[in-house]
């Protein structure tokens, strides 16, 4: 369904929808576009098909843009995004020749008559290249890029440097051998979207019903892909160390790509390890891809767990926290953006897996203490992280680029 900014209003209160909509008013006639390589699939998409039908509703025209490419191309910006991430890469000649190839093929034929343009993460950067530019162009990396692969980083700088600006998603992402100007925005959940809406007891208890969940224990909940960095092993381990304590059951789910062998070697593993739980019905591993499933578990748990060893933003953390619930997480990547220690939930060093289960078993022996844990932590999201901050983050963004610059 398509939701209008007003829909928003008794999320975040009238002076934010009409600040949205005065801000709109310097923009009529203007027009955006955002151009990426997938519809579906991965937070960004999600987050621009909330976004783009927003800034529509607002009076903005707003394009999207799919970069199409075969899949050898996106092996490569796989591995792209993987070195980025600090992973070795080799980077040869033909990496090189089919990624600019697939980019200027899709430049001979997309045209782009907008007065922003706002290009998402590796994979369409170099577009720029091949348009004879006439309006700002914006790089919007949402990759950590705090260690990149030195080589592959210089490669990719040479398109960069053509954008007017380039925004990231935390401090720690900017880099000092880039004269480009750098911003950041935080990212965002959409409070009305499948994942986050509120949904009521009949779905709720359908969903359970479909996934076999009992609701006899005290539930503990880590979305999570299974992945080494999310850490769904430590997990085990806390677990078992929370129910010496307090009896209570632990819900890992973790939806597969099919065309990652890794996630099903991790989740071999979580199997193995917790067999006699799964067994006797204590753990539950679920592998779907279901966006209320996931809306209905952060609901239903107890505490949410977030044990990343490295994290990105942890929009698993955000996304728990609008559920009004306490999440017990690592101090890594944005995760302390989200929670203050003590205040809006509670964050560990990761490895300190002792500190965690401690937490979550005063938790799960307090339940009013994770009540108010959780409104706070509610009222921040409300505050900085939902999807109407970044409609305004954008306003501001064509406001300046377009206005200010006299475009
Ligand atoms: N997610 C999901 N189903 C799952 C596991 C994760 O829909 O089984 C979603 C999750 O709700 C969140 C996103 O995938 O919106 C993960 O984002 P996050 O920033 O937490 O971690 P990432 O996977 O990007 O490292």
Redesign the pocket.
């Known amino acids: 369904m398509r939701h209008s900014v007003v829909d928003y209003v008794d999320i975040v209160g009238e002076e934010v929808i009409v600040s949205i909509y005065k801000l709109a008013g310097r923009l009529y006639n203007r027009s955006i576009v955002h151009i990426n390589s997938t519809y579906y699939g991965?937070?960004v998409a999600?987050m621009l098909s909330s976004l783009i039908p927003l800034l529509n509703d607002v009076g903005i025209s707003a394009g999207w843009r799919i970069l199409k490419g075969s899949p050898d191309f996106f092996e490569i910006t796989k591995k792209f995004h993987n070195s980025l991430q600090g992973d070795p890469i080799n980077l040869s000649e033909n990496k090189k020749r089919l990624y600019l190839q697939t980019n200027e093929d899709f430049a001979s034929y997309t045209h782009i008559d907008h007065d922003l343009v706002i290009v998402h993460d590796p994979q369409p950067l170099p577009l720029i290249k091949f348009y004879h530019k006439k309006e700002p162009w914006i790089w919007r990396c949402h990759v950590d890029l705090s260690n990149p692969d030195q080589d592959l980083w210089n490669f990719l700088k040479r398109f960069i440097i053509r954008y007017e600006s380039v925004i990231v998603s935390s401090e720690d992402y900017k880099k000092s051998d880039l004269p480009v100007e750098q911003r950041i925005f935080f990212?965002v959940?959409d409070p009305l979207s499948p994942?986050n809406r509120d949904i009521s007891q009949s779905t709720i208890d359908s969903h359970l019903r479909k996934f076999k969940i009992p609701t006899d224990k005290p539930i503990l909940v880590q979305?999570?892909?299974f992945?080494k960095?999310?850490d769904p092993l430590g997990v085990l381990d806390i677990y078992e160390k929370v129910r010496q304590e307090v009896d209570c059951r632990l819900i890992l789910?973790?939806?597969?790509a099919s065309d990652d062998p890794e996630g099903w070697q991790i989740y071999q593993k979580v199997l193995n390890k917790a067999k006699s739980y799964i067994e006797q019905g204590d753990v539950i591993l679920?592998?779907?891809?279901?966006?209320v499933?996931?809306n209905v578990l952060q609901r239903i748990a107890a505490v949410i767990i977030?044990k990343?060893l490295k994290?990105?933003?942890?929009?698993?953390?955000?996304?728990g926290l609008w559920k009004g619930k306490p999440v017990v997480a690592s101090r890594v990547g944005?995760i302390p953006l989200q929670i203050e220690d003590g205040q809006t939930g509670y964050l560990l060093d990761p490895y300190d897996h002792d500190g965690f289960a401690n937490r979550i078993i005063q938790l799960l022996t307090n339940p009013e203490l994770g009540a108010e844990l959780g409104r706070r932590g509610k009222e921040v999201v409300r505050e900085k992280f939902l999807i109407t901050r970044l409609l305004i983050d954008y306003l501001n963004l064509m406001d300046e680029m377009i206005n200010r610059c006299g475009g």
């Not at 994290?311 to 996304?319: A, Q, R, S």
């Open positions: 991965g937070g999600e990212p959940i994942k979305i999570s892909r992945d960095w999310k789910c973790g939806s597969m679920i592998t779907a891809e279901n966006h499933l996931v977030q990343s994290e990105g933003f942890g929009l698993t953390v955000t996304e944005g």
